[in-house]
């Protein structure tokens, strides 16, 4: 197949450092053109994806992060750059509206955002003429309404990151400075438990900043290291060598990659039951869901559990294989014709799990 992929316009793909979509974008491209199909990425011009990209892409301009106006432009060069395809599969917001997309070429987009009351209504009218997919079950359960052709998990590729021994001593916390992620409540549970938490958190945009200068900053004390946003190879070391990995989130969120990362480290995750979490981690296996009362307790219990089970949970249920795998057989299915563009909701939450 000839697949055409379309990334968002603001991060290059793959990231220089925080960007959980490009950098599943980047995993299904390779992915792709590893599985021998000729792949097309519309991505910023300043990506280094290894395969063909469209060209005359703009630059990435993550000061623009979610502004219409340059998710429209990037959306209208990638479209018009994209002749020839059999496929097109579409992570932004507006490309799966485009009135001027290819005729008779199947669409298929995934939701990378919370499925909300607004979010709705635009996967809704997305339905009508391309596949969605969603990217767990809690995902779609929050829009009953919206058509959901598959659920495919995130996967990475796991065998160029080293297993940890988790001999640190201490917790770890990686995610963006927001009140969502649960770093204040991370804070919390490593003073509860008696053990020192390293923090890498990503805080570029403005309410980031403003977040972590007027609220984070002051609590933090002699238990907490700052140790800013990192790249991959010291995101992977700090998940690596920490006792466990702190997620306790405060909000559904569709899919913790950061998750997958820490198990791939064979780091056990503690966290919120909330979201996406209880299909990822194995209560008693690869870490402990809970109440935010509860966490604090479970450290010394995932101190205790088989880190090379965390790892495995990454090869055999989320790796990049496995992802690429799940949305080549839906490719094939559109292309060929025995594929309806969309299924019934509930038909879609069996799909590929």
């Given amino acids: 197949m000839r697949i055409g992929l379309v990334a968002g316009p603001w991060i290059t793909v793959p990231p220089a450092a925080y960007g959980g979509t490009e950098r599943v974008v980047d995993s299904l491209a390779r992915g792709f053109a590893a599985a021998g199909h000729e792949v097309l990425l519309a991505a910023p011009s300043d990506s280094i994806c290894p395969v063909p990209r469209v060209a005359r892409m703009r630059p990435s301009a993550p000061e623009e992060l979610n502004l219409a106006k340059a998710e429209l432009s990037h959306v209208a060069r990638a479209y018009k750059g994209l002749g020839g395809v059999d496929i097109i599969h579409d992570h932004t917001l507006a490309g799966p509206l485009y009135l001027h997309r290819p005729e008779k070429i199947p669409v298929v987009t995934t939701i990378h955002c919370r499925l909300d009351a607004e979010a709705a209504d635009i996967y809704g009218a997305i339905a009508r003429k391309a596949s969605v997919i969603a990217i767990s079950r809690d995902q779609a359960s929050h829009a009953p309404d919206v058509p959901v052709a598959r659920v495919i998990h995130h996967g990475m590729d796991a065998s160029s990151v080293p297993l940890g021994t988790g001999s640190g001593g201490y917790l770890c916390f990686v ?5 969502d992620k649960g770093l204040l409540e991370a804070v919390a549970i490593a003073r509860q438990a008696g053990i020192p938490l390293r923090i890498a958190v990503k805080m570029r945009e403005q309410d980031e900043v403003g977040y972590f200068r007027d609220v984070v ?23 690596g060598d920490a006792v466990a990995f702190l997620n306790p989130i405060q909000w559904p969120e569709p ?3 950061v998750m997958i990362e820490a198990l791939a480290t064979g780091t056990p995750v503690i966290g919120t039951a909330v979201g996406s979490a209880p299909e990822i981690i194995d209560h008693g296996t690869t870490g402990y869901l809970g109440e935010m009362d509860q966490l604090a307790g479970f450290v010394q219990r ?14 055999e249920r989320f790796s990049e294989e496995r992802m690429v795998n799940d949305y080549l057989r839906l490719f094939s299915g559109l292309v060929g014709g025995t594929t309806p563009a969309g299924v019934p909701h509930a038909a879609g939450l069996h799909q590929n799990l």
């Fill in 175 to 179: 995610g963006r400075a927001s009140p």
């Fill in 302 to 315: 995932a101190a205790g559990l088989d880190r090379k089970a965390c790892r495995r949970a990454v090869e």
């Fill in 217 to 239: 900053a002051p609590i933090l004390g002699p238990n907490e290291d700052f140790v800013g946003e990192v790249d991959d190879a010291t995101k992977y070391r700090l998940m």
């Fill in 255 to 257: 899919f913790g990659l």
